[in-house]
């Protein structure tokens, strides 16, 4: 087995550069072009891989020894950033007022550009080909399930398919991961109530669609206490409740939005239809009446118990990189690997980004987080150890 880590030394200060250069410059879902560019450009210098861009709009896939013929391996990483107002004071802060990479993406490009260019050191070793998807629009975009539809896992077949996040919450060096669900399936519900608007003194000639509403909000929460079981994790949330125009007129109308959080579809479809007899029977029973809107999102990420078994006896034959592999509880957030996942054996890992000496570490999706560089080494030795095996 060749030796991956002098490799990785040579490259980490160019890929650091990188990272902080994607950091500076983000970009939205579907609007990577700048990123995806700088991408194909390095690619292009190695003048190893097989390029296909413009995949789902401004994704990337990049193939190394696609002559090859054992199985393939893919391995993935998201590009886009989020609408946040950047606030972590580093010197390579967002130079983009109202988006910044608070979610780690960034990172996770920087680890597989840096894994390609090792394994296109390495490409004597390898004995079928590598797939890399730089994918575009995880963030909400369901940019991982435009790649598959365009046949990202096809020309070569993909066998195994493996991706990261940064995870604020574990420390440097210790990898997370789950045979199993993952993470959830990520829905969402609108509900509309419609009731008599009037004078908000005479409460008695309307129907309130706020007091209706109301009730609603509550009811909703039975569900997880009432209508599942204890150890059958799920979240309803309510996050929107609009409504109303002046302090003394009753509207006619409001409007509930919020999200569904299950580690099953038959869990999910039983809070649907949870959610949408509670909503029409208590407006129903209050005079009014309720439109509900159920919209399924990103489906649970569910990780084959072979592949997990692949990356666990993996990374125990790394040296002081990887200093604890650990299972972790099912997650209630979204994750789009989930349509990778569903069409091949599929693995989601989280990489530590705490320092061990730190009392916290911001958290995904706060303004102030910033991907860990001392984090980047590792998962480039993750990802090409994962590849260099894959074979063995």
């Not at 983000?26 to 560019?37: A, D, F, H, I």
């Not at 077949?157 to 940064?166: A, I, K, P, S």
């Not at 129903?284 to 309720?290: C, I, L, P």
Request: charged share 20%; glycine share 8%.
């Amino acid at each position: 087995m060749p030796s991956v880590q002098p490799i990785i030394d040579r490259y980490l200060p160019e890929i650091i550069e990188f990272r902080h250069d994607l950091h500076r410059n983000p970009e939205l879902g579907y609007q990577e072009t700048e990123t995806g560019s700088k991408v194909v450009k390095r690619l292009n210098d190695c003048g190893s891989f097989e390029i296909q861009t413009g995949v789902a709009k401004t994704g990337i896939i990049a193939t190394l020894g696609s002559d090859k013929p054992g199985r393939a391996i893919a391995l993935r990483a998201d590009m886009d950033c989020l609408p946040i107002e950047e606030k972590s004071g580093k010197a390579w802060s967002s130079e983009r007022p109202g988006l910044m990479h608070a979610c780690g993406h960034d990172g996770h490009t920087s680890c597989l550009l840096g894994t390609a260019l090792v394994l296109s050191e390495l490409s004597d070793s390898l004995k079928g080909p590598v797939k890399f998807f730089f994918q575009p629009a995880e963030e909400g975009g369901a940019g991982g399930e435009k790649m598959v539809a365009e046949g990202a896992l096809k020309n070569p077949d993909v066998d195994m398919v493996f991706g990261l996040h940064g995870w604020p919450s574990i420390n440097l060096g210790e990898i997370t991961t789950c045979k199993g669900p993952m993470m959830a399936n990520a829905d969402e519900f609108e509900i509309t109530i419609h009731g008599r608007g009037g004078h908000a003194a005479r409460p008695q000639k309307c129907i309130d669609p706020i007091l209706v509403g109301s009730q609603v909000v509550l009811a909703l929460q039975s569900i997880a206490s009432r209508s599942t079981a204890p150890e059958d994790s799920i979240v309803i949330t309510v996050a929107q409740f609009q409504g109303g125009s002046a302090f003394n007129i009753i509207p006619d109308s409001i409007y509930l939005n919020g999200t569904i959080r299950t580690l099953s579809t038959e869990t999910q479809r039983l809070v649907f239809d949870r959610i949408r007899t509670i909503a029409t029977s208590t407006a129903e029973a209050m005079g009014a009446t309720a439109d509900v809107n159920l919209i399924e999102g990103y489906p649970v990420l569910s990780n084959a118990p072979e592949a997990v078994d692949y990356l666990q006896s993996t990374f125990k034959e790394i040296d002081h990189s990887v200093t604890q592999v650990e299972s972790v509880f099912p997650q209630l957030v979204g994750e789009d690997f989930s349509y990778f996942a569903q069409q091949s054996p599929a693995c989601f890992f989280g990489l530590g980004l705490k320092p061990p000496e730190a009392d916290r570490f911001p958290q995904l999706h706060q303004a102030d987080f910033d991907f860990n560089d001392d984090a980047l080494p590792i998962g480039i030795r993750c990802f090409s150890e994962l590849a260099l095996r894959f074979w063995d």
